[in-house]
């Protein structure tokens, strides 16, 4: 008898772990470093405030506030909320407290009533004392022309 409920017991719970399980993990679609340039509506750099009240972590982007240092494109206050992948939370924390920064190519979502990066990480780019760190050759192309933009004031 107790071996049927045993039975009877892990069979259920192995017919809701497969049922009912929500995967969190997200991919996206890797655009060419010219059309997340062309999708963003707006365009800065600066750093998350991971101490700020998150919103909206119920989707793939959680927005917190993002202190705005340079603005290239759009017309934006200096503090907005942008949404990040929650998932890249954890390391983009520690990637500014060892003193870095994020350019971002951010577009409006009707889906979320904050701004968001151009598909996912595709529209993030780190950045480290003024320079862009990275070592992907795609992102590194639209870096060198994009070098060429002088930021504009902040509103």
């Known amino acids: 008898m107790d071996k049927r409920i045993s039975v009877v017991f892990v069979s259920v719970f192995l017919y809701m ?12 679609v890797e655009f060419e470093p010219e059309e997340v340039h062309k999708r963003a509506e707006v365009i800065v750099v600066g750093q998350y405030d991971f101490t700020s009240k998150p919103e909206g972590s119920n989707s793939v982007f959680t927005s917190y506030e993002f202190n ?11 503090k907005i909320r942008a949404g990040i992948d929650g998932y890249d ?15 971002l190519f951010l577009d409006k979502n009707k889906e979320f009533s904050y701004l968001t990066p151009v598909g996912g990480p595709n ?4 950045m480290l004392m003024g320079k862009y760190n990275t070592t992907m050759p795609k992102a590194k192309r639209i870096m060198r022309s994009f070098s060429k933009i002088k930021p504009k004031s902040l509103s």
């Open 89 to 103: 939370v954890g390391w983009a924390d520690e990637f500014q407290k060892d003193g870095g920064e994020f350019l």
């Open 68 to 78: 705005i240092q340079k603005v290239y494109k759009g017309d934006v206050p200096q």
């Open 123 to 126: 529209g993030m780019i780190q």
């Open 17 to 28: 772990m497969l049922f009912f399980t929500e995967a969190y993990a997200t991919s996206w």
